[in-house]
């Protein structure tokens, strides 16, 4: 009877809306949508100015974070000195059928951070194959990480990234971090720049609001030479938009290749079932449970939880980027779904 009542509200909510539509249509003039009318032109003009102040905005936003608020952040950060320092990071690390040599060089470069940011750390590895496995000791027993170092290893059934992250997150939560401790979330294509955590870390304290931050972001793409090029223009409109949004602290979306959160957030229940069973209730078909789009779902759940997010753009990370067509427009064209949900 509840269902049978929430779908007849939704209904309703729908007809209300294509109403208001029809009655706000009926009110144009006929010829609006005659290509030879000035009302035509002015309809594609007004669209067009929409679109590309919005952009122009995002530009200057974006420079005056880069060149004048950041900067300046940064030399509060660097005066704060050990004061700003965590008491534990925790590096999670998720993998599943990656190849081995993407696989070596991620784990070379977390480990690497691990040993030379200086703090109590722990890595994390969330992994599905025996092979994977073998390769992180192996790794592991090479740098001879020192005692301030620990590894902790997850077995996980393969059935997706986002169970996989909410066995990480639980598995930290059983190490019981305190406040002040910070949990990187990687992902398995994902190659650490060289100090990363050094440079993410300060920020939970210079805001005790901030929850989640996200880093800047470089490619090495698997493919043409136009796809490449491709990658690095939506790479670089994806860091104005992020300096543009870090400038009033409310970045949109918490990037799954590496972004950092409080200890405090990532072992808190509610936010461990939002990664893990984020759905949408479709009124005719039911509930759809999301099996990608977890760094949508763990920025939505900050934002409902009350905190702030942040983005650092000197922080530097590296993906290997396979397409997934060797066509350049079906390539792109799936990945714009993709990216856009």
């Known amino acids: 009877m509840q269902r049978l009542q929430t779908v007849l509200l939704q209904c309703a909510g729908w007809l209300l809306y294509m109403s208001l539509l029809m009655l706000i249509a009926l009110a144009l003039p006929a010829d609006i ?19 590309y102040s919005m952009g122009a905005t995002h530009f200057i936003r974006g420079m005056i974070f880069l060149y004048g608020v950041y900067p300046y952040l940064r030399r509060k950060v660097q005066k704060m000195g050990d004061a700003a320092a965590p008491s534990h990071v925790y590096l999670m690390v998720t993998s599943f059928r990656i190849e081995a040599l993407t696989t070596a060089q991620v784990y070379s470069s977390v480990i690497r951070e691990a040993i030379e940011c200086g703090y109590p750390t722990t890595v994390v590895c969330s992994l599905v194959e025996m092979s994977d496995e073998l390769l992180v000791k192996s790794l592991w027993a090479r740098y001879n990480p020192p005692a301030h170092v620990k590894l902790d290893i997850v077995r996980i059934a393969g059935t997706g990234k986002r169970d996989g992250l909410a066995y990480g997150f639980r598995a930290i939560s059983r190490m019981l971090p305190d406040e002040n401790a910070v949990v990187a979330v990687i992902d398995g294509d994902t190659v650490l720049g060289e100090g990363v955590v050094r440079k993410t870390v300060p ?85 759809f449970k999301f099996l990608t789009g977890d760094d949508k779902s763990s920025w939505f ?41």
């Open 33 to 51: 949508f005659d290509s030879q009318s000035k009302h035509f032109i002015f309809l594609v003009g007004a669209v067009g100015i929409w679109r």
């Open 301 to 341: 759940s900050l934002m409902r939880l009350g905190y702030d997010t942040f983005y650092v753009p000197d922080a530097a990370i590296n993906t290997v980027e396979h397409p997934p067509e060797k066509s350049f427009l079906k390539a792109s064209r799936k990945l714009m779904y993709r990216w856009y949900g």
């Open 203 to 287: 920020w939970f304290k210079l805001f005790p609001n901030v929850g989640g931050l996200t880093t800047n972001e470089f490619c090495e793409v698997r493919g043409g030479y136009i796809m490449s090029e491709w990658h690095k223009l939506r790479f670089a409109q994806r860091h104005i938009n992020m300096c543009s949004m870090a400038l009033s602290k409310r970045v949109l979306t918490m990037t799954g290749r590496m972004s950092m959160f409080r200890a405090s957030v990532v072992t808190n229940p509610e936010f461990i079932a939002d990664v893990e069973s984020d759905s949408l209730m479709h009124w005719r078909l039911g509930r």
